[in-house]
């Protein structure tokens, strides 16, 4: 994706704007700065580029929001519940980076497209996720194995002290663990 004139600014310049702009400066007052330092900037550039900013903002609002909600409700959960509500989360933030592409344009109007990195980025993510959703089923899956196995343990001790059969004892053994 081409940089947009603004993106194009100094930093300092670039700065600015959002600092005016956070200051509740309108868009012809950012203007007649710009003018002034000679920036060379289009007016529907910059309501472009105070778009996207009003967009970022409103987004990171509402995720931090959403943070503080989950956050309220689900901090004294169990970790593999916290593990699988940051998965859900991360799907959500991908999707919604991949659909906010689709039909977008940039500052100057053009269409958006993601760049071979950001496309690799997004790849990887989805890639770790997986990995992360498959630790978490593995983990999951070992408690329930260490689980049955304190159970038949547990049962084998309570069958021997009641004078259980020892074929007893094994047929309890294989109904919790699936084993003779």
């Known amino acids: 994706m081409r940089p947009s004139s603004i ?3 100094p ?10 702009r956070s200051e509740g400066a309108t868009i012809d007052e950012i203007m007649a700065k710009l003018s002034e330092l000679k920036a060379g900037v289009s007016r529907s550039a910059l309501g472009r580029h105070v778009k996207t900013l009003a967009e970022v903002g409103e987004r990171m609002r509402r995720s931090r929001i959403m ?5 309220a409700r689900f901090g004294d959960q169990p970790d593999n519940q916290v593990a699988r509500m ?8 991908v999707f919604e980076v991949l659909t906010a592409a689709a ?8 269409p958006v497209t993601l760049d071979p990195k950001a496309v690799k980025f997004l790849s990887g993510a989805l890639k770790d996720l997986a990995s992360a959703q498959k630790v978490d089923a593995d983990r999951v899956l070992k408690l329930r194995e260490e689980f049955a196995k304190e159970a038949a343990a547990k049962a084998e001790t309570v ?14 053994k294989h109904a919790v663990l699936g084993v003779g």
């Open 159 to 172: 069958a021997k002290q009641r004078g259980m059969s020892a074929d007893t004892i094994e047929a309890i």
């Open 103 to 110: 039909g977008a344009e940039d500052e100057e109007g053009d």
């Open 67 to 71: 943070a503080e909600a989950l956050t």
């Open 11 to 20: 930093k300092e310049v670039r700065e600015l704007i959002g600092s005016l």
């Open 86 to 93: 940051n998965m859900e989360l991360m799907h959500g933030m």
């Open 7 to 9: 993106d194009r600014l």
